[in-house]
């Protein structure tokens, strides 16, 4: 196998897991928004220059994102 077959198997195992991945997420997320789903903007944690909150409570997905360069 040379190096051009290496790379194109690990994109595709690479794009197929996270096609899983996102799809297994996708049916778990579902979410009713409304008014009451948001909070004060204080209350939420503090990046940078802004505010972040994640509405399923996973915080810590949130700051590694919102932190990410």
Do not use: W
């Not at 996973?58 to 994102?65: F, P």
């Amino acid at each position: 196998m040379n190096i051009y077959d290496k790379i194109i198997s690990t994109v595709t195992s690479s794009l197929i897991l996270s096609t899983m991945a996102f799809s297994i997420n996708a049916e778990q997320s579902v979410l009713n928004i409304s008014e009451k789903s948001f909070t004060n903007i204080r209350k939420m944690t503090p990046v940078r220059h802004f505010y972040v909150d994640n509405l399923l409570g996973n915080i810590d997905d949130t700051l590694a994102a919102a932190n990410a360069p």
